[in-house]
């Protein structure tokens, strides 16, 4: 599952370069016994299978570089991932993410050996491979370097806690649709206010969660009243 995301795009590069490293480690080959079970059957009597302790905490103790790293148990019954927590993960020199399957994982792993659960959203996988991906993804972004220019990672959706402004490129009018005069006035200033403020519309019809525990600067209230009066005469 692993090697498509790792044989394009911004992924490879970053492999390539250096920027990044990516293990995957395959939990069968740290079992014991002959048939190398990784699951076993739910205590107390259930359908499905859940994973055995012992291969995560052997999985996991043989790449862990040191006490510090933090373990994530994919989950979907985990703290919700956003980009604040992709780039607090990025911060870290090693992180290592555990992938589920089945009827989940051996709750020991949660409590005495990961150190959160990630969960990607409120629905539920058949595995905690995708999942990991959409994590290491983000996560990667927040390198230094594995994004070609800095500024587009500081103003993609959430870095600021706002969604991304209006995007637009040739050809100027397309079957009747025109791109805002503002974007070819070559004022910066003006095109700088004009994105803020669309950025700030788009997240107060879309996401206003995002914008209640916001701290605003005066500019910034004021243009969200702007935002609202406009939306009322509407
Ligand atoms: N019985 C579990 C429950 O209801 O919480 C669901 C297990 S799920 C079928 C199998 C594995 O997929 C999980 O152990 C986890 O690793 C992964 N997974 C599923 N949904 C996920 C999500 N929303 N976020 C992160 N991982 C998820």
Redesign the pocket.
Known sequence: MFEGFFSGGIIKRALQKGLIEINVRNLRDFTTDKHRQVDDRPYGGEE?MV?KPEPIFAAVESVRQSDKTPVY??????RR?DARLAEEMARHPQIVL????????DERVAEHLATDE???????????E???MVVVDAVARFVPRVVGKEESVRHDSFFEGLLDYPQYTRPREFRGMKVPQVLFSGDHKKIEAWRRKKALEKTRGRRPDLLAGRQSSPEEKHLLDQIDNERNKR
């Open positions: 499905g994973f148990l994919l989950s979907p019954q985990g991932f555990v992938c589920g399957r089945y009827e989940g994982v990630i969960s990607i959203g409120d629905y539920v996988l058949t595995g905690g995708l999942a990991a």
